[in-house]
């Protein structure tokens, strides 16, 4: 009972502070929407598509040609854009200048020449020496492909169909042939079941991985438990030189209350901060948090346990307010970097992912990201919080050891 009244107490200094606030909710919450924001946003609008522009020139405006740039529409590499302007010069002054990655000319007569089972080239204009150029040809070549098969399929049915039973006219066998590629397209795009191949940290969801806020959410959440450690490892410097510690002991309450009270207002304060940052996210944000309540209810669990352990341990070693803040902000950002809340992981080297992975920030971070990314559930979770237990119990280890009452 003492050391929840002194954990109470802590808590009541903590928050009497108005930069409390501004650490635990506030900032988290800004920069929140500025890192998401900086990274696409909630997605899928032209102002934050960030695939590769590219200009089509239909001289053919026939059903094929039409299909041609559905495909290039759907590509997750390359934008078909119209442009004023369809002269081929202009078109490759702006691939030199870098203002367009490619351009295509679909030559007049395509859809014909296809159907009749004659082949034709589409003219290509891209600087193949550049990423952005490769980058762009694959995109062009990955629809091509797909119109071919596509054709043929429809092809092959309509000879099938004709032989069973006769097309009574061309405009019969047109309708046919363009059902069924319409069916071959469909059937391209809703396969009848789907490989996935993923390494951890892979998202597996597109239409999740669109949410920029799904990585800045957590990536946030945890590096400000970090900074706001500040106030509450203050907390415990300032009692040591003021002496209230030395008071407490002369009272019936132990070290090993006095301690486990700090590191109970602590949790309390971190937790109360994710639920908030959470709720906040998954109703304002569309972050899905709640897709697999008891894995974020562990995770974050586990995360407020790891942070408040090293509030101990902060709280133990500066010997004033000052290094308090130095304790806290160098570690925040020291650990936020390699952890990946800044920047995902698995967009760095495989060097780096590793060295990230000594760290608990990035532990927290596949925690978070498993649920409200890759759709996983509970299972996903367990080695994550496993870890973060065992940061958590090595700073409660080191907190204990340096934990010392004498005034400063």
Same mark, same amino acid.
């Given at each position: 009972?003492?050391?929840?009244?002194?954990?109470?107490?802590?808590?009541?200094q903590?928050?009497?502070?108005?930069?409390s606030?501004l650490?635990?909710?506030?900032?988290?919450m800004l920069f929140?929407?500025v890192f998401?924001f900086?990274?696409?946003?909630?997605?899928?609008?032209?102002e934050?598509?960030?695939?590769?522009l590219?200009s089509?020139?239909?001289?053919?405006?026939q059903?094929i040609?039409?299909?041609?740039?559905?495909l290039?529409?759907?590509?997750p590499?390359i934008?078909?854009?119209?442009l004023?302007?369809?002269?081929?010069?202009?078109?490759?002054?702006?691939?030199?200048?870098?203002e367009?990655a490619?351009?295509?000319i679909i030559?007049?007569g395509?859809s014909?020449?296809?159907?009749a089972?004659?082949?034709?080239?589409?003219?290509?204009i891209?600087?193949?020496?550049?990423?952005g150029?490769?980058?762009?040809?694959?995109g062009?070549?990955?629809?091509?492909?797909?119109?071919?098969?596509?054709?043929q399929?429809?092809?092959?049915?309509?000879s099938?169909?004709?032989?069973?039973?006769p097309?009574?006219n061309?405009t019969?066998?047109?309708a046919?042939?363009?059902?069924?590629m319409?069916?071959?397209?469909?059937?391209?795009?809703?396969?009848?079941?789907?490989?996935?191949?993923?390494q951890p940290g892979?998202?597996t969801?597109?239409?999740?991985s669109e949410?920029?806020?799904?990585?800045?959410?957590?990536?946030?959440?945890?590096?400000?438990?970090?900074?706001?450690?500040i106030g509450?490892?203050?907390?415990l410097?300032l009692?040591?030189?003021?002496?209230a510690?030395?008071?407490?002991?002369?009272?019936?309450?132990?070290?090993?209350?006095?301690l486990m009270?700090?590191f109970?207002?602590?949790f309390l304060?971190?937790?109360?901060?994710?639920?908030?940052?959470?709720?906040?996210a998954?109703?304002?944000?569309?972050?899905?948090?709640?897709?697999?309540?008891?894995?974020?209810?562990?995770i974050t669990?586990t995360?407020?346990?790891?942070?408040?352990?090293?509030? =101990?341990?902060?709280?133990?070693?500066a010997?004033?307010?000052?290094q308090?803040?130095?304790?806290s902000l160098?570690?925040?950002?020291?650990?936020?970097g390699?952890?990946?809340?800044?920047?995902?992981l698995?967009?760095?080297?495989?060097?780096?992912?590793?060295?990230g992975?000594l760290t608990?920030?990035?532990?927290?971070?596949?925690?978070f990201q498993?649920?409200?990314?890759?759709?996983?559930?509970?299972p996903?979770? =367990?080695?994550?919080?496993?870890v973060l237990l065992?940061?958590?119990a090595?700073?409660?280890?080191?907190?204990?050891?340096?934990?010392k009452?004498t005034?400063?």
């Open positions: 009972m003492r050391m929840l009244h002194l954990a109470l107490k802590d808590l009541l903590i928050f009497r502070d108005w930069k606030f650490f635990l909710l506030i900032m988290p929140t929407l998401g900086a990274f696409g946003g909630l997605g899928g609008t032209e934050n598509d960030s695939r590769l590219v089509i020139i239909d001289n053919d405006q059903f040609s039409q299909v041609l740039i559905g290039l529409e759907k590509s590499d934008r078909p854009v119209a004023e302007s369809t002269t081929q010069a202009d078109i490759e002054t702006m691939v030199t200048d870098d367009l490619a351009a295509i030559p007049a395509y014909e020449t296809l159907t089972g004659e082949k034709i080239r589409l003219t290509t891209l600087k193949e020496e550049t990423t150029g490769i980058t762009a040809q694959n062009i070549q990955t629809a091509l492909n797909r119109l071919l098969a596509a054709l399929a429809a092809e092959f049915s309509a099938v169909q004709h032989q069973t039973t097309f009574e061309k019969q066998r047109q046919f042939f363009k059902q069924s319409e069916l071959a397209l469909t059937k391209w795009e809703q396969p009848a079941f789907t490989v996935i191949a993923t892979t998202p969801d597109q239409t999740e949410n920029a806020f799904t990585h800045s959410s957590p990536g946030m959440m945890v590096q400000f438990a970090i900074a706001g450690l509450a490892a203050e907390v410097v009692e040591r030189k003021s002496g510690l030395q008071r407490l002991l002369t009272t019936a309450i132990s070290k090993t209350e006095i009270g700090h109970l207002a602590m304060m971190i937790f109360s901060q994710f639920a908030v940052l959470i709720l906040f998954q109703l304002f944000l569309n972050v899905p948090y709640f897709s697999a309540p008891l894995a974020t209810l562990l669990v995360t407020s346990l790891f942070a408040a352990s090293m509030g =101990l341990l902060i709280g133990t070693l010997k004033t307010p000052e308090t803040v130095v304790y160098i570690p925040m950002f020291i650990l936020s390699l952890g990946g809340a800044w920047v995902p698995e967009f760095t080297s495989k060097t780096f992912q590793t060295i992975h608990p920030v990035a532990w927290a971070m596949d925690g498993n649920i409200i990314l890759r759709g996983l559930g509970l996903s979770v =367990l080695l994550p919080a496993a065992g940061f958590a090595a700073c409660f280890g080191m907190a204990t050891w340096r934990f009452v005034q400063v």
